[in-house]
């Protein structure tokens, strides 16, 4: 089986090329400009074209692009004349997360780090989850993917409606502020139909951020600030560290330390926090986990 990826060097494709590089697919691809990303996929081992055209082809079974890259590119424009499957990031995705148990966060913001977080903290649980990241996290063995078992854990793009085609069997919305609603036709029904469609799809539990109007409402449990099943009753921010304290329904329930500043990483905390609880995990080790996760990187938005 041989794959070409087109725009191989952005952060989501290059995971993916990851994915089926260590799992004995043979993978190459191309990218308009080289990046850390295809520096590193090289190193690997992995062919990479810098530049798109039709001498980048070696007969593929199939090709992977990235949304960035239209059908009149010229790789993409030959896999069509040659009736080669051509596939767009999200859909090859949800083919290797098919029949898998899936943890999957989106969101407008805070689903890089919640991402991170939560396979920072299913590693301490001994899941040994195999990692799709939009960002780099030095908790991953190569940066935005780590290869594990049968326990995926990904970044799920809401920037078009194909997100609501996944069913993972648990789920984390950090929130939804309407970005990318060009690509629903400006229309803010399309935009909430879209989130209350994937909502229907998880399997088992969905979390979501209580004091978010679109998507607020639609979690078995929720987190947030002043509202929700799983609330932040203080936070102290000291020189290296914060502290938060939670309340669970109303009452005192336990503290987190964070390394990671601020009240957006607090509430990313507590969105794991209230999914892995409710799952019935090791609190101890969820709580020295979250205490142990340091920041995500930079994405890399090339194609």
Not at 8 to 26: D, K, P
Not at 261 to 271: D, E, M, Q, R, Y
Request: with cysteine.
């Amino acid at each position: 089986m041989r794959i070409h990826f087109v725009g191989i060097g952005g952060i989501g494709m290059s995971s993916i090329a990851l994915h089926e590089f260590l799992s004995g697919t043979e993978v190459y691809g191309s990218n308009i400009e080289e990046n850390e990303r295809t520096r590193y996929l090289r190193k690997m081992g992995i062919d990479i074209f810098i530049g798109h055209s039709e001498r980048n082809w070696k007969d593929p079974d199939f090709l992977v692009r990235t949304p960035a890259v239209s059908r009149s590119n010229p790789e993409v424009f030959r896999a069509l004349r040659e009736k080669v499957p051509v596939f767009e990031r999200i859909d090859f995705l949800r083919e290797i997360v098919s029949g898998k148990e899936q943890f999957a966060v989106t969101g407008t913001d805070g689903k890089t780090t919640t991402t991170a977080m939560l396979a920072h903290v299913l590693k301490y649980l001994k899941k040994d989850p195999t990692v799709f990241l939009g960002g780099i996290h030095s908790s991953l063995e190569h940066g935005n993917y780590r290869k594990g078992s049968d326990v995926f854990v990904y970044e799920l793009d809401e920037s078009d409606g194909k997100f609501s085609s996944f069913s993972p069997n648990y789920a984390i919305i950090t929130n939804a502020r309407g970005d990318h609603i060009e690509k629903y036709d400006w229309d803010l029904g399309k935009y909430k139909k879209a989130f209350e469609t994937f909502a229907k799809s998880v399997k088992e539990v969905l979390v979501t951020f209580a004091e978010d109007e679109i998507t607020g409402k639609l979690g078995m449990i929720s987190f947030g600030l002043n509202h929700g099943t799983y609330t932040i009753e203080r936070r102290e921010q000291k020189a290296w560290y914060q502290e938060v304290s939670i309340r669970k329904n109303g009452k005192r329930y336990g503290q987190l330390v964070l390394k990671v500043p601020g009240l957006h990483n607090a509430l990313n905390a507590l969105a794991v926090f209230s999914l892995l609880d409710f799952l019935g995990c090791d609190l101890g080790v969820v709580s020295s986990a979250l205490e142990d996760f340091e920041g995500v990187k930079r994405r890399f938005n090339v194609t």
